[in-house]
């Protein structure tokens, strides 16, 4: 998912969709170290989708505070 695609979201869907990041993040880290999957780089992409998801919610909290 790209940063506009997030930024076009409220934060409460932001929140929601980190979560939903994040369980999925932790079933693939579970799958690969049972050796069910061989998709270990689906864990970086997940990483930096949370990473995105994370930076625009701070820039969204930050919006708020200078308003």
Known sequence: MK???FRA???VEIKQEIVELLRAQFGLRMQVATQQTNKTSEL???RKNIARART???EKE???IAK
């Open 62 to 64: 930050l919006e708020a």
């Open 9 to 11: 979201k409220t934060a």
């Open 44 to 46: 970086g992409k997940l």
């Open 3 to 5: 940063a506009t695609d």
């Open 56 to 58: 625009v919610l701070r």
